[in-house]
């Protein structure tokens, strides 16, 4: 009988040792997936979301900006359709140093608009200020051949 407790003893300590293993397995692997699927989401977000949140990358082209130039920089506005009229009669209005005729409209999606335009760097705060005032969101982006590429291989790596 002594002998049967002991068993059943070892046998319940080994049982709650692998218990306690795969418990913890199991919050490792339910936190990655939960971080996974935060990442996919947000992924997705800016893939399939307005021109205000998306990702610009795969939307634009070099020869959209002026690039390594010390003293001019290309920025990217969302105007709403019901300002499309106001930005392109105004853009150089906005500040002082934008370059007149520079604007570009890059897609039209919806009620919004991408639009390129490009002025010296000493410039641009006063320029985003003034285009806020107008309902135009100039998006903080800067071109880069990586960005071009949308894989969501990163977001999926933990996965394997």
Known sequence: KQWYQRRVAI??????KNITKIEKDFKTKSTTYNNLRSNLAQHEKKETG???????????????????SEYLVTVCVVVPKQGYKEWEGSYWKLADFVVPESSKRILEEGDQALYTVTMFRKTL???????????FVVRDFQ??????????????????
């Not at 046998?11 to 709650?16: L, S, Y």
């Open 143 to 160: 071109y880069s051949k990586k960005e071009k590429s949308t894989d969501c291989d990163s977001a999926l790596i933990p996965l394997l």
């Open 125 to 135: 705060e006063a320029f985003k200020n003034n285009a806020r005032e107008k309902k």
């Open 11 to 16: 046998t319940a300590g080994i049982i709650a």
């Open 50 to 68: 307005s021109l205000v949140t998306r990702n610009l990358g795969p939307i634009v082209n070099e020869e959209d900006f002026v690039i390594a």
